[in-house]
């Protein structure tokens, strides 16, 4: 469905975009998932999207904020001569104790870093399932085989309905360890236009990994993901 009726939204105010362009014109970086080269015509601006599943939670960054979540950053996509309202977004959070222990978890909170992702991997597929997700295979997120860059991986769509109106949103989700700290990425598109959901993917996929965290990241952030900054 295309999102015509979005111009309605737009004007009320249920969406904002940023007016600060990301890092390089032609490129994405997301921190703890990756620089990616943005496909041509596709524009990540630095902001918030309030975006339709935050809405009734008060918002993009009170939703994550809420669930424990740090260090966040936020881009919202736009494209150049688009045939209609539809949008997109990226983000990023840092996930730890704090996310543990929102999501009823807290007992793992000395486990290593990547049994951690694990634990965090399994609740989000549920999450996903129990929201009514669309994907292939066994289950939403798949757990990648890299000893560099240990992962879960998954693509999904899902209908969300907003004042009697339906979306079908596609969703790239990165669950990624850098040996001590976990990120999860989001990205975001309108399920109906395949050529800008397909671009984004491919450009996930080909991401360029960030290096491994070191003893100076350690020193600045605490010495692992089992300390509450």
């Not at 990648?144 to 860059?149: N, P, T």
Request: net charge neutral.
């Amino acid at each position: 469905m295309k999102r015509l009726s979005l111009a309605a939204c737009l004007a009320a105010g249920l969406f904002f975009f940023g007016c600060l362009e990301a890092s390089a014109a032609d490129k994405l970086i997301l921190s703890g998932i990756g620089t990616m080269e943005v496909p041509k015509g596709i524009t990540f601006s630095q902001g918030a999207q309030n975006a339709l599943p935050f809405v009734k939670e008060g918002g993009t960054k009170r939703f994550f904020i809420r669930k424990g979540m740090s260090k966040s950053e936020y881009y919202t996509m736009t494209w150049k001569n688009g045939p209609d309202f539809s949008y997109g977004w990226a983000m990023s959070h840092e996930t730890g104790i704090p996310f543990l222990q929102d999501i009823g978890e807290f007992r793992h909170k000395d486990d290593k870093p990547e049994d951690q992702m694990d634990i965090i991997a399994d609740w989000l597929n549920h999450q996903l399932i129990s929201q009514g997700a669309v994907y292939e295979g066994t289950a939403p997120l798949k757990k990648i085989k890299d000893s560099k860059h240990p992962r879960w991986e998954g693509f999904v769509t899902i209908k969300t309905t907003e004042q009697g109106i339906t979306y079908n949103e596609a969703y790239t989700i990165l669950l990624q360890c850098d040996g001590y700290f976990t990120t999860l990425g989001i990205f975001n598109t309108d399920g109906d236009r395949n050529d800008i959901t397909e671009a984004v993917k491919k450009m996930v996929m080909k991401r360029k990994f960030p290096q491994k965290a070191n003893l100076l990241d350690l020193s600045q952030r605490g010495t692992s993901l089992t300390e509450i900054e």
